[in-house]
C-alpha cells in the first residue's frame, strides 16, 4: 500500500519547477527588463526635469509679479519694449531704472550666493565641461558666461545667482535692437554644475514680449549658440516645437 506520506512527497514534486523551465523563465524576465528598464529611467528623468521647470517658472512668475505691483509697472513688457531703452541702439537704457527693477527682481527669490564676476562660474573651457544646444550638438570651450547670457550686451547688472534649493537664475539682461528691445534672463532648474546643461532641458532663457531669433529645434546638426533661446515658450506649452501636435517634455531625448 502507497502511505500518506509517499502521496504528499509525489503532489509535491509534480508541482515542481524543472531546471530547464527555470532558466527559460529566468531568460524572459531578463530580455522584459532589458527593454522596459531604459524607458522607464529615461522617463523619470525627463519627468523630473519637467517637474523642476514647472517649479521654477512658478518662482520666477511670482516672482514678476511681485516686482510689478512694487515698482507699479501696470505693463512690464511695454516698459521694457517702448519706455525704457529709447532709440539710441544698444547701451541707451536707463541703468539706473533697470538696476532698481533687478534689485526689485532678485529679492523676491532666496539667494544662496551672487557671482558678480566670470572668474567665479565654472570653466566650460575645460575638457570635462561641455554646453548641448537643444538639438544635442555639444560644444567644448564654450564659456559658461556665455552659455547663460549673463554678460549680453556689455550687460552693466551682470551676475549670476545660485538659490538656496541649487538652481541659478541670472540678473536680467535688457537688450535693444529697434522691434526686438526686451528683457531676458537665464535659469537653470538644477544648478550650474548639474547635467544634462542643454538649452531646453535645464537651461532656459526667458524673454520679456519678443524674442530676437526665437530658435528651437531638434533638427539641426551643428552647435548653435541661438537653438534653445526659444524653447521657454513651447516647454511652458509643452508642446514640441518640430511636430505642433505633440508634447514637448515626452518628445525630449537624453
Not at 522617463?43 to 521647470?53: D, G, P, S, T
Not at 527669490?109 to 572668474?119: A, D, G, L, Q, V
Not at 530658435?215 to 509643452?238: H, I, V, W
Request: charged residues 25%; positive net charge.
Amino acid at each position: 500500500f502507497t502511505t500518506y506520506s509517499t502521496l504528499i512527497r509525489s503532489k509535491d514534486m509534480k508541482k515542481a519547477f524543472t531546471m530547464a523551465e527555470t532558466l527559460i523563465t529566468l531568460g524572459i524576465v531578463g530580455i522584459v527588463a532589458a527593454i522596459t528598464i531604459p524607458g522607464l529611467i529615461h522617463y523619470f528623468k525627463i519627468k523630473e526635469l519637467e517637474v523642476r521647470f514647472k517649479a521654477m517658472d512658478s518662482k520666477i512668475q511670482q516672482a514678476l509679479k511681485s516686482m510689478s505691483d512694487e515698482l507699479e509697472l501696470d505693463d512690464f513688457n511695454k516698459f521694457i519694449s517702448y519706455e525704457a531703452c529709447g532709440t539710441s541702439g544698444p547701451g541707451a537704457c536707463d541703468d539706473t531704472i533697470f538696476k532698481q527693477i533687478n534689485d526689485s527682481f532678485l529679492s523676491k527669490f532666496k539667494i544662496s550666493h551672487s557671482c558678480t564676476s566670470t572668474e567665479c562660474l565654472p570653466n566650460y573651457r575645460k575638457p570635462q565641461y561641455y554646453i548641448t544646444d537643444f538639438a544635442g550638438n555639444k560644444k567644448i570651450g564654450y564659456s559658461f558666461e556665455n552659455a547663460y547670457g549673463a554678460n549680453w550686451w556689455g550687460n552693466k547688472n551682470f551676475g549670476t545667482h545660485v538659490l538656496l534649493d541649487g538652481t541659478m537664475i541670472t540678473s536680467m539682461c535688457f537688450m535693444h535692437h529697434g522691434d526686438y528691445d526686451s528683457v531676458a534672463f537665464t535659469f537653470d532648474t538644477n544648478g550650474m554644475e548639474k547635467g544634462p546643461n542643454r538649452y531646453g532641458y535645464d537651461i532656459f532663457i526667458w524673454t520679456a514680449e519678443r524674442t530676437w531669433y526665437p530658435l528651437c529645434t531638434a533638427k539641426s546638426t551643428t552647435f548653435s549658440e541661438y537653438n534653445g533661446r526659444g524653447c521657454y515658450k513651447y516647454a511652458k506649452k509643452n508642446q514640441d516645437p518640430d511636430k505642433k501636435k505633440a508634447n514637448y517634455w515626452s518628445s525630449l531625448k537624453l
